[in-house]
């Protein structure tokens, strides 16, 4: 097995070879094992270990055992000892949620703070297996099916194509010892009961059942890679993005068959995962939208309109009349000029004697009218926004600059007519949103 593991490294994780390298090492077979592959191939690495407190004395006789495993074999060793049950006390959630969350905060942590460049799990084709059949019986898509990541960002699971038996059969050839965790042989948790209870039936069913399901994994990864990169391309094609908004045409996306599944590869990464709220919202009336806790998505006529969740900024913001400079809630030049040039949506020219300071930036509201540029009469803001067809996210990020309750810019769109430099003005102001 050394020889495969060494092959392995040296072709699809060579840079292993080069790293900083922190090793999640329980005591038990599996992290021991690759503790000491890591040995003989003479990498660069630390152990880290977690107690978590819930196995009493045999908790702290696992973090003893792999204090003793690091000075065999010569390597740093990391402890951490966490107040499980408390967490979940004040968090919730379950046991293995609980020790998962807290024992990958402290990798990051430390990886972090000791400039480690990759953290090793002890993960193999086994642990694969198991994940699929929870995930199977929980009506997991293909991401769910595709199997445990081999690499995810800088965490390596580089037994991944290993069995268990493997593992042990390396383990008894070296004489090495290792801890059993008691609570790994009680089935009243699911993956203790798939893997005691489900997978030898499947293997007595088939001898090859678990090379014949590496294959299998290995097929079901190439597609979603495959289907990943026609999402890219589908996105490109429909998600076209302006100020900070996506806007997709709704008659485009129902062209997309099977629509069911398209809307979930499309926009589940954003948090949207009912499909059928999503059917509803392509025939619903302007306005309605989808909340997910990082995205919102919003129906505006024939379009859908996709937006980050932003932070609740302040109302008002007030321009003394020496001011300059505008920081919030965006960067704004003002300056006095002699001539006038082209005005833009970002660059408006006032007679700063019409003026009365302070001046205010606020957000619309329903009711406000101002005069449009080159126009008499008054005119709603909201009929101004329905004619220039503003989107319902747009309207809602709209600002507007005041004197005193008047209206002299509604920015970066039009401004007010009664503001405007004349024949008589004596000091031109210049405004530019920067």
């Not at 937006?307 to 321009?319: D, M």
């Not at 747009?394 to 007519?417: F, N, P, T, Y």
Request: include cysteine.
């Amino acid at each position: 097995m050394l020889e495969r593991f060494k092959k392995h490294i040296e072709n699809k994780l060579p840079f292993l070879s080069k790293g900083k390298i922190l090793v999640a090492c329980s005591g038990g077979l599996d992290s021991v094992v690759l503790a000491h592959l890591c040995y003989k191939l003479q990498l660069e690495f630390a152990l880290a270990h977690c107690n978590f407190k819930l196995r009493g004395d045999e908790s702290d006789g696992d973090q003893q055992f792999v204090e003793e495993l690091g000075k065999r074999i010569d390597v740093q060793v990391f402890t951490r000892t966490f107040d499980t049950l408390g967490y979940i006390n004040k968090k919730g959630g379950s046991v293995q949620m609980a020790a998962r969350d807290l024992r990958y905060a402290w990798f990051q942590e430390l990886q972090k703070n000791k400039n480690f460049d990759f953290l090793l799990t002890a993960h193999h084709a086994d642990d694969s297996l198991e994940t699929f059949l929870i995930n199977l019986s929980r009506g997991a898509g293909i991401d769910g099916l595709s199997g445990i990541p081999e690499q995810n960002g800088n965490i390596i699971r580089p037994l991944l194509p290993f069995s268990r038996k493997e593992l042990l059969a390396f383990a008894k050839e070296q004489d090495l010892q290792w801890r059993e965790d008691s609570s790994n042989a009680e089935t009243k948790y699911l993956r203790n009961k798939i893997r005691h209870e489900v997978v030898p039936l499947l293997k007595e069913l088939h001898p090859a059942f678990l090379k014949n399901f590496q294959s299998t994994q290995s097929h079901l990864h190439q597609t979603q890679v495959w289907l990943e990169e026609q999402i890219k391309i589908i996105k490109q094609k429909l998600f076209i993005e302006y100020d900070n908004i996506i806007k997709i045409k709704i008659e485009e996306l129902k062209e997309i068959q099977p629509i069911t599944s398209s809307l979930y590869f499309l926009f589940s990464e954003y948090g949207f995962t009912e499909i059928e709220n999503l059917k509803d919202l392509l025939k619903a009336p302007s306005g309605k939208f989808l909340a997910s806790k990082t995205h919102r998505l919003v129906k505006d006529r024939n379009y859908l309109l996709l937006s980050e969740n932003g932070e609740v900024v302040s109302e008002h913001h007030q321009i003394g009349e020496a001011q300059t400079v505008v920081h919030d809630p965006f960067q704004m030049k003002i300056e006095t000029v002699d001539t006038l040039e082209n005005p833009s949506k970002n660059t408006i020219y006032v007679d700063k004697e019409t003026l009365n300071y302070p001046l205010l930036i606020r957000k619309w509201q329903n009711g406000d009218y101002f005069y449009p540029f080159g126009m008499k009469r008054k005119k709603k803001v909201a009929k101004f926004f329905k004619d220039e067809k503003v989107d319902i996210l747009s309207k809602e990020k709209q600002w507007l600059l005041c004197s005193g309750d008047e209206i002299v810019w509604v920015i970066g769109r039009r401004a007010d007519d009664r503001f405007k430099v004349t024949r008589e003005t004596k000091n031109i102001l210049k405004l530019t949103i920067v």
